[in-house]
């Protein structure tokens, strides 16, 4: 599901005004009146949008960009978070519905809520013979911006048996190689098969929409959830047009701005942000190659703030000629932090010249935007019975690529497998849940790249740092090979290839480490350090103790065979020995 609708003051000069004051609310009026609208604005209002749709990057217009725009702002402030509203509420004793007629309670095993991503999860649920709906607050359908990744992730889909290659083959918009990763003209690593392809979220959604309805899902769009609460026996689900939802299990997939996560995290300042911009458009040359990650200056001030920006660029699959290019940042959510207009107007400022091509020859057919929160203490474990988040809305995707898709196509078999066997054996408490959704300590290891790569107004840390260091250390890994490299590019981090990694660049660039120690601080690096060993742990617990315990946890009780194969799950996912060449 989408966020609200947010109400927007179109000019920030009348905040705090006193209202006795009209003369100068009205002088501050015409101040805002007189200003000219910025580039972006020029741009976005020059093209012809579509309806918005749920997810992250489902909505194109102005108008949107600046309700999205104030909620960074809120979120960047100093004030004191208001506590948002508590959603989720307990009740004790069984739930007993009326017979009267207006009272009709439609009950379900599976209720997902948020259905751009939930509809795979739903999908998944619903071939193990799980009777699902899926309550999406807009229409369930997928975004017009392509979904990038690769074929072998993308395959995670037929594993699971929601696709089979057919459907993965119409969904396909666009093919190519090579992929390049490059840092402010140090030189260049080209890899192939990463992030290669671009997926129509359109046409996928469709086909997952249309194998769902056929296994008997149900799903109700257009209506919002109102209230939650949990019983002894079910959980109840209030929505916004009034019906009333009964099941034994909710699936929160409503991704970084979960009114239930909210609640959860109540209303706590995310640990850290990917600010992304971009844009779709007509008129490249060259248009065969993509960039995974690329840098070309070193940090610039925008707003208030200095910030390193990094590339991505992708052909698009609406034309021979189209290119999605987005420019990304890390920052910590404070105030003078970039808005998304601001970056925007660096975008137009700064992509002609990474792409080599004059903004007047491109016809810009969609302009692209979003922030992806990010908490330390991922994934979220259950905080309530009978309620599980899932995707974006657990904290699961990496903290450095903030890729929700990616992510849930590798943890859909264990996630859907899970699941089934937690409503089979009606193992729904908070705790049983949590097992879902445990430490992994590869994700949480992830915390010193994205530390390392957000800007730190360090006065005796070099400008070029944050690319000097990605270069090294891209560079040791190319050295390594396939096994340390494609592994990192695909966001998952292994003990072995990062101890590698880590070795190399202490050989080949010693002094960069006191740099480091300044760029990312010392808590960071110890707390990191506690990951980074139990990241080895992982490995050793899923390489050799794993076997000896396999054959027989089906011989376990069966809540403790559900419990004995997540921990085992979260042994091998957890020290990224999911990933196989």
């Given at each position: 599901m989408g966020m609200g609708v947010l109400q927007f003051q179109p000019c920030n000069l009348i905040n705090g005004v006193p209202h006795s004051s009209s003369l100068l609310l009205g002088r501050h009026l015409k101040i805002c009146s007189q200003q000219s609208p910025t580039r972006t604005q020029r741009i976005m209002e020059n093209?012809?949008?579509?309806?918005?749709?749920?997810?992250?990057?489902?909505?194109?217009?102005?108008?949107a960009l600046k309700r999205l725009d104030q909620l960074w702002m809120n979120i960047c402030s100093v004030e004191p978070v208001a506590k948002p509203p508590q959603v989720v509420t307990r009740v004790r004793g069984p739930f007993k519905h009326s017979e009267e007629p207006g009272n009709a309670v439609e009950t379900y095993d599976v209720i997902v809520c948020g259905g751009t991503l939930?509809?795979?999860?739903?999908?998944?649920?619903s071939a193990k013979g799980l009777k699902v709906a899926i309550v999406e607050r807009n229409v369930l359908k997928g975004r017009e911006q392509e979904w990038n990744i690769s074929r072998k992730e993308l395959l995670e889909l037929v594993k699971v048996g929601i696709l089979d290659e057919g459907d993965i083959e119409q969904a396909v918009s666009a093919t190519f190689n090579p992929n390049r990763c490059g840092f402010e003209g140090k030189g260049e690593?080209?890899?192939?098969?990463?992030?290669?392809?671009?997926?129509?979220?359109?046409?996928?959604?469709?086909?997952?929409?249309?194998?769902?309805?056929?296994l008997g899902g149900v799903i109700l769009e257009g209506c919002g959830v109102s209230t939650v609460s949990?019983?002894?026996?079910?959980?109840?689900?209030?929505?916004?047009?009034?019906?009333?939802?009964?099941?034994?299990?909710?699936?929160?997939?409503?991704?970084?701005?979960?009114p239930i996560v909210r609640q959860v995290r109540d209303g706590r300042k995310p640990d850290g942000v990917c600010v992304v911009v971009g844009s779709c458009a007509r008129g490249f040359r060259n248009n065969i190659t993509s960039d995974v990650i690329y840098s070309s200056s070193a940090v610039k001030h925008i707003g208030q703030s200095d910030v390193q920006l990094f590339w991505e660029a992708f052909p698009a699959g609406s034309g021979p000629s189209d290119r999605t290019t987005y420019m990304f940042t890390y920052v910590d959510p404070q105030p003078g932090c970039p808005t998304l207009e601001e970056l925007l107007?660096?975008?137009?400022?700064?992509?002609?010249?990474?792409?080599?091509?004059?903004?007047?020859?491109?016809?810009?057919?969609?302009?692209?935007?979003?922030?992806?929160?990010?908490?330390?203490?991922?994934?979220?474990?259950?905080?309530?019975?009978?309620?599980?988040?899932?995707?974006?809305?657990?904290?699961?995707?990496?903290?450095?690529?903030?890729?929700?898709?990616?992510?849930?196509?590798?943890?859909?078999?264990?996630?859907?497998?899970?699941?089934?066997?937690?409503?089979?054996?009606?193992?729904?408490?908070?705790?049983?849940l949590s097992l879902l959704n445990p430490y992994l300590p590869n994700l949480s290891a992830s915390w010193l790249f994205q530390r390392a790569m957000c800007a730190k107004q360090q006065p005796d840390v070099s400008p070029s740092f944050i690319n000097d260091l990605l270069h090294v250390n891209f560079q040791s890994m190319e050295k390594l090979g396939d096994p340390v490299l494609r592994p990192f590019l695909q966001d998952v981090i292994q003990f072995g290839p990062l101890v590698k990694t880590l070795g190399l660049v202490m050989l080949n660039k010693p002094q960069i480490i006191p740099s480091i120690f300044k760029q990312v601080g010392i808590p960071v690096?110890?707390?990191?350090?506690?990951?980074?060993?139990?990241?080895?742990?992982?490995?050793?617990?899923?390489?050799?103790?794993?076997?000896?315990?396999?054959?027989?946890?089906?011989?376990?009780?069966?809540?403790?065979?559900?419990?004995?194969?997540c921990y085992m799950d979260a042994w091998k996912y957890g020290a990224g020995l999911d990933y196989r060449l």
């Open positions: 093209i012809s949008v579509g309806a918005e749709v749920g997810g992250a990057g489902g909505a194109y217009s102005y108008g939930g509809i795979f999860i739903a999908t998944a649920l690593i080209w890899t192939e098969n990463i992030l290669n392809l671009g997926i129509s979220p359109q046409r996928l959604v469709d086909i997952v929409k249309d194998n769902f309805n056929s949990v019983y002894d026996n079910a959980a109840v689900l209030e929505l916004s047009d009034g019906k009333t939802l009964s099941s034994d299990l909710i699936i929160d997939a409503m991704g970084n701005f979960s107007e660096s975008y137009w400022e700064l992509m002609p010249n990474y792409q080599g091509v004059s903004l007047d020859d491109l016809k810009i057919m969609r302009v692209v935007y979003g922030i992806f929160p990010t908490y330390c203490d991922s994934p979220l474990p259950a905080a309530f019975d009978r309620i599980l988040q899932f995707g974006d809305a657990s904290g699961i995707q990496s903290p450095v690529s903030f890729g929700g898709f990616g992510s849930l196509t590798r943890h859909l078999e264990r996630l859907s497998s899970g699941i089934y066997e937690a409503m089979k054996g009606s193992f729904t408490d908070s705790y049983s690096l110890l707390d990191w350090s506690g990951h980074f060993f139990m990241l080895g742990y992982y490995t050793f617990l899923s390489a050799y103790v794993d076997p000896l315990i396999r054959p027989s946890v089906d011989k376990f009780p069966s809540k403790m065979k559900f419990q004995w194969k």
